[in-house]
């Protein structure tokens, strides 16, 4: 009789814990169903990206390139890294009823270093280097004056272009990605086709096709992020030629501010390796990283909504500056 009257609250303990039990169950589920509704909402919205400039506006981005490549030859190695930092302007003369901006394109400011296997590293700081070191003349040059004037709409697309210095590309796009003319929703994708010239081994010269593909992967607090993967068209069997083609495979992300109609960051990554290139046992590795990260505005103060979307955005490990490689005379080259 005594041990029955001492269950009997444990039991009842138990009843009473069974349907508070059977509420957090009920609230996890209706929470998940409010999820999955929310998910199923966002997927059914359509969003307009435009881009949108303001006449006497300045804009300027932070863009930085970390590369390695590693080559073996006959068993030989060699490794070369280069690091750069800089940053793009951009001046805003005029924008018209359309929207279509006049923007004069400059880079202010140039830090980059390079090491190749045993050799002594080269410096260069626009800032601090009174005289470039040999081969970075050209590249000392182009600081702090107009190098591009572009004629932009509101889509993207470049209508007018003037360039007084040659730009080399590096496979992250055109100055402005492009945007589809539609409104979209999530899961849309559309490309920019784009052809790349290479020399092959008995000095033809090859077009190769190649197209950039979108799409809109999230849309976070008034954020578009978008990611972006190119895809070589051109059929290529030939090792040496896939060698220079390596910088143009690139997958990467870019975050959009809708209302702003600003391009806040690109995030660009290489890893990609070619064995044959120049002999059966040659092989090249290339690693790097290109990020271009928006740092201010004359039209966007510390409590502007592209400020405050900034401070919100997906957190992601960048590397932030601008790219230095070589081109294919080996002078140093910057990606602007």
Known sequence: MLARLCSFPILFCFLC???????????????????????????????????????????RWKVVHIASTDTKIQGNTQASQSRSTSIKTWKVEQVSD?????????????????KVSDRPEVRYNSETTKTPPPGYEQVANTVGVPLSTYEISTTGEILKRESEHAQMKFGVGDVTPPLPTEAISLGHRWSAPHEVRIRLTDNRVLNI????????????????????????????????????LIQQMTKGRLYFDISQGKLLSKEFDWDESVIGFSGADSLMHYLARFTEQF??????????????????????????????????????????
């Not at 508070?20 to 919205?45: C, F, G, I, M």
């Not at 359309?98 to 390079?114: F, L, P, R």
């Open 17 to 59: 814990l069974v349907p508070a039990l059977h509420a957090e169950e009920t609230a996890a589920e209706r929470a998940e169903r409010l999820e999955a509704a929310k998910s199923r909402l966002a997927a059914q919205q359509k969003v307009l990206l435009r881009y949108k400039f303001v006449t006497g506006e300045t804009l």
């Open 98 to 114: 359309q929207g279509v901006a006049t923007i004069v394109h400059s880079v202010d400011q140039i830090d980059m270093w390079h």
């Open 209 to 244: 096709k190649c197209r950039q593909v979108y799409e809109l992967a999230a849309i976070n607090n008034g954020l578009a992020e978008i990611t972006v993967e190119t895809e070589i068209l051109t059929p290529i069997n030939d090792a040496a030629a896939k060698s220079q």
């Open 295 to 336: 740092v201010t505005s004359n039209q966007a103060a510390s409590n502007s909504p592209i400020a405050e979307r900034q401070a919100t955005r997906p957190s992601v490990a960048l590397v932030a500056d601008e790219i230095f490689i070589r081109d294919r005379n080996g002078e140093p080259s910057l990606r602007r």
